[in-house]
């Protein structure tokens, strides 16, 4: 990518979207290109200025963040806009459909700024974005719901279409592991890795990593399932 990131606010709060505003244009890489209050005025703005990363709140007017999501990175989509939920542990249920609507990944919004700068430059980068332990939470809390879907492959099938190493690889993904963490973990180097997570997408058929997560942890093969 040449040039700074360019990022579109989503969130119903001014003074959420002037803070962020502040602390992401003070960062050399990263340009706040608009600003949205609802989810119909945040498609409308990506279609107009194609941002490269939309930070989307769940809760908002009009239309909320998991529809606005689905209108810019959902699978009928030509043209995806990245997205980024920022979202709070008491609206789990809804950060799981923003994934499923095609966010590339979210974080709490108490997390610190810094931690959403490099957010927003991972999604920009075409990585996506898994706070480890919101993971748990949240798909922990709705595994018994997630694991009967008869739309996604088997288990057997999975482990099938994978190696051993890549079985290892694919758990620590659904633990919302980094590259960095997983290389560091399974004593490879960050290139292996990242070897690994593509073929691992490839094989599956699988958009991102977030969608790892969600289909390991559907058929029963997250971090702690042997």
């Given at each position: 990518m040449t040039g700074p990131v360019r990022?579109?606010?989503?969130d119903d709060e001014e003074t959420v979207r002037s803070g962020y505003a502040t602390i992401f244009?003070?960062?050399?890489?990263?340009?706040?290109?608009?600003e949205a209050a609802d989810g119909h005025e945040a498609v409308r703005l990506a279609g107009l200025l194609r941002p490269d990363v939309a930070v989307m709140d769940v809760r908002m007017p009009v239309?909320?963040?998991?529809?606005?999501?689905?209108?810019l990175a959902g699978p009928e989509v030509a043209e995806p806009v990245k997205v980024l939920v920022v979202t709070t542990f008491n609206v789990d249920e809804y950060v799981y459909a923003a994934l499923r609507a095609g966010a590339s990944g979210f974080l709490l919004k108490d997390a610190p700024y810094q931690r959403l700068v490099d957010g927003i430059r991972t999604?920009?980068?075409?990585?996506?974005?898994?706070?480890?332990?919101?993971t748990r939470r949240l798909i922990g809390h709705f595994a018994e719901r997630l694991r009967p879907d008869t739309s996604s492959p088997a288990r057997d099938t999975v482990i099938g279409a994978l190696t051993a190493r890549e079985v290892d690889v694919f758990k620590q993904i659904a633990?919302?592991?980094?590259?960095?963490?997983?290389?560091?973990?399974l004593v490879l180097s960050l290139e292996t890795v990242k070897t690994y997570v593509s073929r691992i997408l490839a094989k599956l058929g699988l958009r991102d990593r977030v969608h790892v997560a969600i289909l390991a942890y559907r058929i029963g093969l997250g971090p702690d399932d042997g």
């Open positions: 990022v579109l606010l989503c244009s003070a960062e050399p890489d990263l340009e706040v290109v608009g239309m909320d963040g998991i529809e606005a999501t689905r209108c999604v920009a980068g075409g990585d996506s974005l898994l706070a480890p332990a919101v633990a919302g592991r980094s590259n960095a963490e997983i290389a560091a973990g």
